[in-house]
């Protein structure tokens, strides 16, 4: 079947002067998305990606408002000929991100499909058709297991393994050497701890080159020296000139677990830890996630020691956290320092900006808002939980920031925005992720599943660069 092309919106660019692909080469991106592996690879050739597919029309509309000299498919992956599509050009790179939801730890105990988990069989179609001198496939870690199902579904554990097996041997009896190894995107400067399984495949003779990581821990000693860089973390990435609303006196009441949860965070991220002033000088902030009532985790502090501190207001303070919702399943996660990248993104909307406002000379009304707040962390936290920090007799709750007692009078929250989102992952602020090239609006949820489903672009630069960058290099030569 011949799948339509959406030929480039302007003529195919010429090859850069400093590309890293050879003239006449080209790139394919298979299940395309938003993005985000076009995004990389685009930044390491110096030039866009000459094929996109996805059969997600919303999704590749947003690939073609940001990647104009592109030809796109919005066809599924076997409805599109590699040598048709190909034309006769050389293939650089086929680059792929079969659907990882059913492989994925996450799934639980719903049942699999054979016919998704399959879809990663098409990048072995690729190789037997137009040879791609580099493939690369991305996937959760779980894609090792890929094997058998039985009748309900549900991977055959004694099985486990063996598809997988048999799809590497497939590319190695085509002629491909194959490695694999998981990534982290943070250490090549995205804001995001999200880890993939990466596999690369080449033909041409070459050494497969993993990418030494640009990136560690603020205090890991190669940052410390100079050579690499600090991970991007949350508060790079968080705008803060958007504001929360507060908790109390809302239509739809706040459920009691999510109060329970921003106590939580509240108490491991400002009593516990000296809290942070952002840059603006008007909020302490940290993290907190929100996984369900059964959480019991702290959260997630958001930025930097307090020995950085500098306050211009005197008088009043916001702290700050970050709720993530995934239902149960984060029970006793203690969260993580905003210091560090956000974790992975999902494809739901899960994380929100939580903020709680602090006084030192509070007036009538955040005197009676500021009740409200202390019997919501005491029925949360629990009396030991704020010893040293509560005025019981007066039911309010204080809070010490840079040597100045504050009292605590409001707790607020926003969800994290999806331009946010897209920022942990890597993407540019320049990045258009609500409209499509014909102009139809992208629903916010819409963009949040999608960079949810993204490849955080700076590891597909990094993986590009080491792979294809010296081989066009000494062709040059």
């Known amino acids: 079947m011949k799948a339509p092309a959406y030929a480039p919106l302007f003529p195919e660019l010429p090859l850069a002067e400093n590309a890293v692909v050879a003239p006449g080469e080209i790139v394919v ?14 930044r390491a050739m110096r030039r866009p990606v000459n094929i996109a597919i996805n059969h997600n029309a919303v999704a590749l509309g947003m690939h073609r408002v940001n990647s104009p000299y592109t030809t796109h498919y919005i066809e599924d992956v076997w409805h599109v000929d590699p040598r048709e599509a190909a034309a006769g050009r050389p293939v650089a790179l086929a680059q792929f991100s079969p659907d990882c939801t059913h492989f994925s730890r996450a799934r639980g105990k719903k049942p699999r499909s ?11 179609r690729w190789a037997a058709t137009v040879r791609p001198r580099v493939i690369i496939l991305e996937n959760v870690d779980e894609f090792t297991t890929w094997g058998p199902l039985d009748r309900a579904g549900q991977p055959i554990k004694a099985q486990e393994g063996r598809t997988y097996r048999s799809f590497l041997n497939a590319l190695k009896y085509l002629g ?21 399984y990466f596999l690369i495949a080449r033909c041409d003779g070459r050494p497969i080159v993993w990418p030494e990581p640009t990136h560690a821990a603020p205090d890991d000693p190669r940052v410390l020296a100079g050579e690499l860089k600090a991970w991007p973390v949350a508060a790079d990435f968080i705008d803060w000139s ?26 491991r991220w400002a009593l516990r830890t000296a809290p942070y002033v952002i840059p603006a000088g008007d909020a302490v902030a940290f993290i907190e996630k929100a996984y369900g009532g059964n959480y019991e985790g702290p ?7 307090v020995d950085t501190v500098t306050t211009v207001d005197h008088h009043r303070l916001v702290t700050a956290h970050i709720s993530a919702y995934y239902g149960n399943d984060g029970k006793g996660d203690p969260g993580q320092p905003v210091t560090a990248p956000l974790r992975t993104v999902p494809t739901k909307d899960r994380f929100a900006l939580t903020t ?12 009676n808002r500021a009740r409200q707040v202390y019997a919501v962390l005491m029925e949360h936290l629990g009396a030991d939980a704020l010893a040293g920090h509560a005025d019981h007799a007066a039911q309010l709750v204080h809070l010490v920031v840079n040597g100045r007692r504050y009292v605590v009078w409001d707790l607020r929250f926003r969800m994290l925005t999806a331009r946010e989102l897209y920022s942990s992952h890597g993407f540019s ?39 294809l960058a010296h081989t066009y290099q000494e062709a040059a030569d």
């Not at 504001?243 to 939580?264: C, E, M, N, W």
């Open 29 to 42: 991106v298979n299940f395309a998305g938003g993005g985000g592996a076009s995004e990389g690879i685009t």
């Open 114 to 124: 054979k016919k998704i988990r399959g879809l990663a069989w098409v990048a072995v």
């Open 176 to 196: 491909y050497q194959v490695d694999s190894r998981v990534l982290r995107a943070c250490d090549y400067g995205a804001g995001t701890t999200r880890e993939r």
């Open 242 to 267: 958007i504001p929360t609303r507060s908790v109390f006196g809302r239509k739809k009441a706040i459920a009691p677990d999510s109060l329970k949860r921003f106590s939580i965070g509240f108490h």
């Open 299 to 305: 959260g997630i502090p958001v930025t930097a020691p």
């Open 356 to 367: 709680t406002s602090l006084d030192d000379h509070p007036t009538p009304d955040t005197l």
């Open 429 to 467: 602020r320049e990045y258009v992720i609500d409209r499509t090239a014909d102009g139809l609006r992208i629903t916010v949820e819409a963009q949040k599943e999608m960079v949810g489903n993204s490849v955080p672009p700076p590891p597909m630069t990094a993986l590009t660069l080491s792979n």
